[in-house]
């Protein structure tokens, strides 16, 4: 009996769309950690050079390995680092002469912090590589459809292939808008339109009632695609695609 | 008057306390980030071990840079990680032979997962140092009764030395207890005996009464310190020390 339940075991853990989820929920997690070690090297760099406040990270934690004064400040590295941005700063920069100095042990504390910056980036790189070869198997209908990591985050709302396959499609279009729809249902108002699907870069260029109906749209073509995925283990996503872009092109046409 | 708040702005940032205050929060912050990254290596390793579970982050991050499947596994390296607890888990280990196998790109994402906790212990040393090498200038007479660390914090919750010496004992034995201190103030209950001075490594070994009675000592020893800090600037903890020392063996022989 015990060899049986761990033969179980074995199965459930080895299900390849376990790992996945570790990996969405993972890079989910070192955003946030991103934003954290972001805020902390801001707020303490910006007492030597305020010039700096409103960079992106990756820019910010450029500019800080490469500047302890303003002594070594070049135009040439702000304008690599930060684009067009960085040409503003090297003015600021040069024609404030106020600046306190900063120290030996205190620059290499900074700069480590710059450095874990930008590790994270590149463990988020390595963490979107592996989901999108990963998901690419698990889900090589539902992927045909959208990106790799939004079909990652559908199914980790979903907890795995075979659930997500037994989603009608209003509900794949709600997935992840769950506390939008509690918030409804209890005290009223107007409902969600899209949850995960939000992150679809085909909803930035719509209206707002387009939104909702490209949602859908792309909702009941991921639903026929993940019963797939799950069951007949057809490819049939091309299929799919066509008449998807043929109903986006609709909606897209119409004024609002 | 431009060029007059120039210089005001400059002298308020350069106060060397500024500086500290990052440092320390940006360490308090690391903590966070810390257990973020081990809760997410945890999740995703223990598919494949779950020997590890309730393993210290830094021996659980080394044992993922080292570990890629049951066959790699050694004695030597999982005592090396974490000692008598490794020899337990190498028996665990050798004794379990249900385990799915970890994919190449699944193990690069861990290693890269275990490698941002060890950076992150690294990251932690260096402001470790940076916070104890500028507290014990910023406040030598304080940093000779407490661990730099805890007068760091004190400071970050003062806003500057200067502010820091005018507060009186009872003030600095409750900072870092504000929420417990309003909620005793608002809804009655017990008051809060200590904030910040909870971390003095001191109060390990006493009773929950004498830790007030220990935290009210220091509090009044530190206040004098920090005065002398902000003030006099002389060296006057030996004598402190002295007295603290004497009230701490008294407190400590008292029965409760």
Redesign the interface.
């Known amino acids: 009996m015990l060899a049986e339940s761990?033969?179980e075991?074995?199965i459930a853990?080895?299900t390849a769309d376990?790992?996945i989820m570790?990996?969405i929920?993972?890079y989910k997690?070192?955003d946030?950690?991103k934003g954290?070690?972001y805020?902390?090297m801001d707020?303490?760099y910006s007492?030597y050079f305020p010039e700096l406040q409103g960079l992106n990270a990756e820019a910010y934690a450029e500019i800080v390995l490469n500047m302890k004064d303003s002594e070594s400040v070049t135009q040439e590295m702000l304008e690599k680092a930060a684009g067009a941005a960085g040409t503003e700063i090297f003015k600021r920069i040069i024609g404030n002469s106020?600046?306190?100095?900063i120290?030996e042990?205190?620059y290499?504390?900074l700069r480590?912090?710059a450095?874990?910056e930008k590790?994270?980036t590149?463990?988020q790189n390595?963490?979107d590589?592996?989901i999108g070869?990963?998901v690419g198997k698990a889900l090589p209908n539902v992927t045909y459809l959208i990106e790799p990591k939004i079909a990652a985050e559908l199914l980790l709302k979903a907890g795995s292939v075979e659930r997500l396959a037994t989603f009608p499609a209003s509900t794949i279009q709600l997935l992840g808008a769950e506390k939008a729809l509690f918030k409804h249902l209890k005290f009223g108002g107007r409902p969600p339109k899209y949850g995960v699907l939000f992150k679809l870069p085909q909803l930035g260029n719509a209206s707002k009632k387009q939104r909702g109906r490209l949602a859908r749209a792309y909702a009941t073509k991921i639903s026929i695609a993940a019963r797939a995925d799950a069951y007949s283990k057809r490819f049939i996503a091309d299929k799919l695609k066509e008449q998807l872009d043929k109903t986006i092109a609709v909606i897209m046409e119409s004024k609002d």
Chains 1, 2 share one sequence.
């Open positions: 761990r033969e075991v074995k853990y080895s376990h790992p570790q990996a929920s993972t997690e070192i946030k950690v954290i070690v805020e902390r707020e303490w007492i106020t600046r306190p100095k120290g042990e205190e290499k504390a480590e912090l450095k874990t590790d994270l590149e463990l390595t963490l590589k592996y070869e990963s």
